[in-house]
Each structure stands twice: as C-alpha cells, then as structure tokens.
C-alpha cells in the first residue's frame, strides 16, 4: 500500500534516514526505536511534511508530495506538535479541519465521543493540558477518516483509560484498504493489537515482522531490507522492553 524506495533524508552532514527500500501494508504498523532513530522523520516524510533527500515515497502509484492536496487528503497525522490553534475551542478546531477535509460537520462531536472528550468540547485549546491535547489531535488526524493514519506518539502523558481510549479508536477506524503506522515508546500496547512491527536504529530499519494467522497462533515472516537482515531469533511480541 506504502513503497518506499531508496528513501533517504538528511540535516546538513547529518543521516537521518539512510536509503530504506520498505513496503508497509494494510493494517497497523508499530513503529519501534530510540529517541533519535528516525521514528519522527520517517512519519513527516509520508505525511508528505518533509522532502526525502533521496528516493521516493509511494501510496498506491502516486508520490506523496506536499504540494499534491488530493494525496495528503487521504492521510491523516498526528506529530509531537498537535496542529491545534490554541485560541479555538475543541468543538471548533474539529469543525474547522472537517470543513477543510471535506468531512461531515457530524464527525467532530463522534471523534470526541469516542475519545471520551465530549465534556471538553468549549474548552479552549490553550488551557489543556498536554494530555489532553494529545486525544484531541488524535481526533484531528481520525476525523476524515483518512487511508492513512500517522499517529507520532499517541499516547504520550496519558494514563491508562485515556491511553485505551487512544487505542479502541485507532481499531475502530481500522477496516480493509487502511494503513496505521505508529510510532511509540510503549511498545507492549500497540503490539497488542498491531499487524506488524518495525525497530529502527540510528536511521536504519533492524527488523520488520510481519503478523500472519495459521491456525490457532500467529506467525510472524521475517522482512529483509536493504543493507540488513533481521535478527531471525527475534519473535515479534516477546520483547520484554519498551521501546
């Protein structure tokens, strides 16, 4: 669904990204790794929010590009900043962004409803804490429904009911022809529901499994990218840290 080909981008002297061959599918993917692996670039590059230096990035046959609104209109993303205008309410930044992405009106006061948000829907923006905007930015990148979601650390200084309620909304709005691709430091949660996982390190994917069904246990098949084998013993969900 998502191609990556020879993509690569750097600051200055610096490699962010060395040159990854990857295809990313259907379904929601953990995106693993350090502060400074690369987790935060790789989702502004298919947010089509920062230009490779090298190589392309695919959804379907078309290139993400910033400049092409009717690709970016089927993604939606959530970085550490959360896109928000502090000065509106939570009830009119949705309705906003719903105007300029097409959706019905009817979606701001559902997201919010699924997010357990409903009783902050006049509060302004600016007086919420970074929790709190946090599931309203995740609302914001959900609301129209978009075939890609790009969530940056979603769950990010909230406690376990709200992270929950993070969680039960990304699956809510997963369905077939849909990506997830999220990058978090509390892998054990998203790998709970996750269809594949990937750990990156200094700018380069580790290992990417991949979750298949046979029978009564799930299997996961080994990805090879470029430049790297995956350690084979590794068995996707085993990890004992978070990552």
């Known amino acids: 669904m998502i191609e990556l080909r020879e993509l690569s981008v750097t600051y200055g002297s610096t490699t962010a990204l060395h040159p ?35 190589g392309t990035a695919l959804l379907g046959s078309s290139e993400i590009r910033s400049s092409d609104e009717s690709i970016r209109r089927r993604i939606g993303y ?47 923006v600016g007086d919420l804490s970074a929790g709190l905007k946090r599931r309203v930015s995740v609302a914001r990148a959900i609301l129209h429904e978009p075939d890609v979601l790009l969530l940056d650390e979603p769950y ?26 999220i990058a978090t430091h509390g892998a054990k949660r998203v790998k709970a529901f996750a269809d594949a996982g990937i750990i990156v390190q200094h700018g380069r994917v580790v290992s990417y499994r991949r979750r298949t069904a046979t029978g009564t246990s799930d299997r996961l098949d080994d990805r090879e990218t470029k430049g790297h084998r995956p350690d084979h013993r590794e068995t996707y969900g085993d990890r004992g840290e978070d990552n």
């Open 78 to 124: 959530s970085g550490h900043n959360s896109g928000l205008y502090g000065r509106l309410s939570v009830i009119e930044n949705l309705r906003l962004f719903a105007e300029l992405y097409g959706a019905p009106a009817a979606r701001a006061p559902a997201v919010l409803e699924q997010l357990d948000m409903t009783d902050r829907s006049h509060t302004l």
């Open 20 to 54: 990854l061959d990857l295809t990313l599918y259907e379904g929601v993917t953990g995106l693993f790794g350090p502060n400074g692996a690369g987790k935060s670039t790789l989702l502004r590059v298919l947010a089509g929010l920062l230009r490779p230096a090298t």
């Open 156 to 181: 990010a200084n909230l406690d376990d009911d709200a992270s929950g309620r993070v969680s039960d909304t990304i699956k809510s709005w997963r369905a077939a022809g849909r990506a997830a691709i």
